[in-house]
């Protein structure tokens, strides 16, 4: 049985459709990624699976159970980390963890055993009787997470977890989630960093104006909507540039013109690079890299801001 199953799930806000019938599955074990622009649904959705949000409409299944019904019995077996940090910043790092912890019932025996676990897991172990306030943001933030798993839930919800974080921290967590899916811990995640996804997700759903965009794991992804590598050119002369975008036709499979670039996809990046040299293209830069996540969501969402 999937942990979450989702079918026709809608969320309306007055005359908005955030969430307009979208239908997903989460299977046990995997991670699986929310992804999409801002204001996409994302976290529309996030809140509903969380039971922190009622559904408008279709049907919803978090561990088997209609979060209608049995929100308490499904909250109770989640951990959830929102996309704001609400740590209680005027305690310790420890004492966040045993407080929340009351919160299921535990013994304090037992909180205080596996807070330990977590602040070692986390790196974070020497921080413990330090106030939350004067930490770093990746501090807080593996802090966040570690709380979220102080109950040992059968699903983790984290709504874009690194967001903020400077590139080590962002690794930092990356590896300890990854650890974490390897311990067969089920994660659902919302990410604006394609990388993060690309690294991370099993499977995940692109979401653009409520609605599914597209379904599978990365690389099936960029095998449908993309090519195996990009070419990006740059050009010092404007000239250049609309000479290159006359004389692309025939050797790439498509073809974007930016205001500042010309994006090539194509199976070969180096052969296609040769090829405009032998047709007299000048060109300032000639990136030739391998297409990405990022490249599929920009196909499917559009590069304009919304």
Known sequence: MPLVEATGLTKRFDDVVAVDAIDLAVEAGET??????????KSS????????SPRSGGDLRVLGLDPETHGSEIRARLGSVPQEDNLDFELSVLDNLMIYGRYFGLPRAVIRERAEELLHFFQLADRAHDKVDPLSGGMKRRLAVARGLINEPELLLLDEPTTGLDPQARHLLWERLYQLKRQGVTIVLTSHYMDEAEQLC??????????IAAEGSPRDLIRRYSTREVVELRFLDPADHQHAYERVDGIVDRVERLTDRIVLYTADGDATVHALAHRGVNTESAL???????????????????
């Open 32 to 41: 699986f990624g929310l992804l999409g622009p801002n204001g996409a649904g």
């Open 288 to 306: 030739v890299r391998r297409s990405t996540l990022e490249d599929v969501f920009l196909v499917l969402t559009g590069r304009a801001l919304e």
């Open 45 to 52: 959705t996030m809140r509903m699976v969380a039971c922190t």
């Open 202 to 211: 099993d499977r995940l759903v692109i979401i653009d104006e409520g609605r």
